[in-house]
Nanobody
Framework: QVQLVESGGGLVQAGGSLRLSCAAS????????MGWFRQPPGKAREFVAG?????????????VKDRFTISRDTISRDTTKNTVYLQMNSLKPEDTAAYYC???????????????????WGQGTQVTVSS
């Protein structure tokens, strides 16, 4: 079972930056997709960004394109763990939400932005952007 631990959230002023990290461990397979999702208060969880295990494929939600960048750590021989990052620049008050990382273990079925296609979730980290 994959364990995911997010960190890096906090309070920032509009226009500022934050970097979120998601440490994954307990993998059985070296191929995967990981994604960042967010859930504003009173709203549904939505897709933010995603990345393939190699880092060669990256995906972004329309509202964060050109402001957020997803990346992963250097690929090592230990494929049971990895870290994915979300660099968030030019933050806006509407970016305020709980941010979750998620793991899609079924790599062969391809990329998905749907929450229901993800197998494991972290506990979330709060990002608050003040105006």
């Amino acid at each position: 079972q994959v364990q995911l631990v997010e960190s890096g959230g906090g309070l920032v002023q509009a226009g500022g930056s934050l970097r979120l990290s998601c440490a994954a461990s307990g993998r059985a397979f070296g191929s995967w997709y990981m994604g960042w999702f967010r859930q504003p208060p009173g709203k549904a969880r939505e897709f933010v960004a995603g990345i393939s295990w190699s880092g060669g494929s990256r995906y972004y939600g329309d509202s964060v394109k050109d402001r957020f960048t997803i990346s992963r750590d250097t690929i090592s021989r230990d494929t049971t763990k990895n870290t994915v990052y979300l660099q968030m620049n030019s933050l806006k008050p509407e970016d305020t939400a709980a941010y979750y990382c998620a793991d899609k273990a079924s790599y062969t079925t391809g990329w998905s932005h749907l929450t229901r296609d993800y197998d494991y979730w972290g506990q979330g980290t709060q990002v608050t952007v003040s105006s």
